[in-house]
């Protein structure tokens, strides 16, 4: 007797999407929240942040007076002899000599006027700005990684959920086909044509899972773990429209708002200053400087034949005030070199800013129109989804009565398959589109996990999937 293909293994593998697993599965929202503690990135943002932080209180120091200590203890001897001739002969005499002095001083300096000085408080704002911007511009991009990283892990499940179904389900058509040629019901060549897609779909399913095995790679590499399952969306889980619902709006928001923009603009500024800061070399320096200290200093002297020593001790005091000005002449043209040296950097970071506005708006347009597109292919693929179904049905009914071909059958069934993935994978994409069009505009929170995370469903992995299968295939035998 003909037996129309069997569906309980598609159910049970396709359908697990909205099956609850055994176990915990982690949620998108638990996945950011390990990478927010494991991922190198952001944490390499954060200490260039800390980091930059410190230029502020490094520029009003320098501005502020500045003190210093010094003093030194110095213990000399000397000795030596002296030969002279005298109109009553010849005379010789020894000197021996030895001191010790002790000095200190407190020296105060207090800049009066130094332009390098002025440019780099001015600065110092800037590159806090810019820290501050980049360290959120690497929060939002962790989300986008997060995201990507998760659907595609998801998408890799299916795909190998998807391909072993296929399998199971030539399996059956290939045993089927050995039975019916053997009763004389079909040609060798339908066998034949069921064994090459068999083989066709193992080495699809091997490749399935080392693909999934990276993906599951790449997810570890963010949260510093491994994940073994995650939650997917449901099948009620709502595709809205952009709002504001207008591309223009968008780009606006973009331009004023998103992150890389605003750390390019800051870049821009800062070379701006840097043109400033390296024409100090052409102004004078003014410093205010005050400095008070003693000295004290003990000494002997014997000259022989004298039989004694002639002691010789001295202190004082010293108290000093300045304005100390000094003004560059020539350099060799090397002050001139380094201005023009910035004027180009400048220049160049000009045309950085210029390229990523534009790449923003690119971004942002995409991204929106992304969102809309994406929504309509989710819907379409559904259909095709059923489209397929009642196609593979009509196949396989025309297979059993012999106007069909086992070709037609195989092609089916690997059409509903394929339909099912496109349709799941639409769905991540379009999930995609929603962070980056929001990440593009500036806007990206944590929130906006928190909303995708409230439709995502627990299911089991294709490995847990494949073992209830086979469990239920050994129990029904």
Same mark, same amino acid.
């Given at each position: +007797? ?10 049970? +593998? ?5 099956? #609850? ?14 990478? &927010? ?13 800390? /980091?930059?932080?410190?230029?502020? $209180? ?114 059956? *058509? ?20 069921? *064994? ?19 993906s599951r790679e790449f997810l570890r590499e963010i949260t510093g773990e491994f994940v073994g399952t995650l939650s997917a969306p449901?099948?009620?889980? $709502?595709?809205?429209? #952009?709002? $504001? ?7 606006? &928001? ?57 002691? !010789? ?13 000094? +003004? #560059? ?24 800013? *210029? ?26 693929? *559904? ?10 049905? /009509? ?26 993935? &496109? ?8 999930? +995609?589109?929603?962070?980056? &069009? ?33 469990? !239920? ?5």
């Open positions: +007797m003909k037996k129309a293909i069997n569906f309980r293994t598609l159910l049970i +593998m396709l359908c697990a999407l909205a099956v #609850p697993g055994v176990g915990h599965s982690a949620s998108l929202l638990e996945v950011y929240q390990q990478a &927010l503690q494991s991922d190198p990135r952001i944490h390499e943002a954060e200490a260039r942040r800390l /980091a930059a932080l410190e230029a502020e $209180p490094q520029a009003r120091g320098v501005l502020l007076p500045q003190i210093n200590f010094g003093g030194d203890w110095t213990k000399f001897d000397s000795s030596g002899t002296s030969t002279r001739e005298g109109s009553t002969g010849i005379f010789t005499s020894s000197t021996e000599f030895r001191s010790e002095t002790t000095r200190w001083q407190f020296t105060l300096r207090q800049t009066l006027f130094r332009w390098d000085q002025i440019v780099n408080l001015r600065r110092a704002d800037k590159i806090v700005a810019k820290a501050e911007a980049d360290r959120e511009a690497a929060q939002q991009d962790l989300v986008v990684r997060v995201g990507q990283t998760y659907f595609n892990v998801l998408g890799a499940e299916d795909r190998l959920t998807s391909l072993h179904a296929n399998r199971q389900a030539i399996a059956r *058509q290939l045993e089927q086909a050995k039975q019916r040629f053997e009763v004389g019901l079909i040609a060798i060549t339908d066998v034949q044509e069921s *064994q090459a897609a068999y083989d066709q779909a193992v080495a699809d399913e091997i490749g399935a899972k080392r693909s999934l095995a990276t449901g099948d009620e889980f $709502p595709m809205r429209v #952009p709002n $504001p619902a207008s591309q223009t709006a968008w780009v606006d &928001l973009a331009l004023g708002q998103n992150l890389t923009l605003i750390s390019s603009r800051l870049d821009e500024k800062l070379a701006r200053d840097e043109i400033s800061f390296r024409r100090n070399g052409r102004y004078p320096t003014i410093d205010l400087v005050a400095s008070t200290g003693e000295s004290d200093s003990t000494g002997d002297l014997r000259v022989a034949p004298a039989p004694a020593f002639t002691t !010789a001790d001295s202190d004082g005091k010293s108290n000093s005030i300045s304005i100390q000005f000094s +003004m #560059p002449l020539f350099a060799g043209g090397y002050n001139t070199s380094r201005v023009r040296e910035a004027v180009y950097l400048h220049r160049a970071a000009r045309e950085q800013l *210029q390229r990523i506005t534009r790449e923003t708006e690119r971004q942002t347009r995409d991204a929106y129109l992304g969102v809309l597109s994406e929504k309509s292919r989710v819907e379409a693929l *559904q259909q095709a989804v059923a489209s397929s179904r009642t196609a593979l049905e /009509a196949t396989q009914a025309g297979f059993d009565v012999g106007t069909r071909t086992i070709v037609d059958v195989l092609n089916s069934q690997f059409s509903l398959f394929r339909s099912i993935t &496109l349709f799941y994978q639409s769905r991540y994409d379009y999930l +995609m589109n929603v962070l980056r &069009l929001k990440q593009a505009a500036g806007n990206l929170q944590i929130q906006d996990l928190e909303e995708i995370d409230q439709w995502l469903k627990e299911r089991p992995t294709p490995e847990q999937a494949i073992a209830e299968e086979e469990a !239920a295939a050994a129990a029904s035998e």
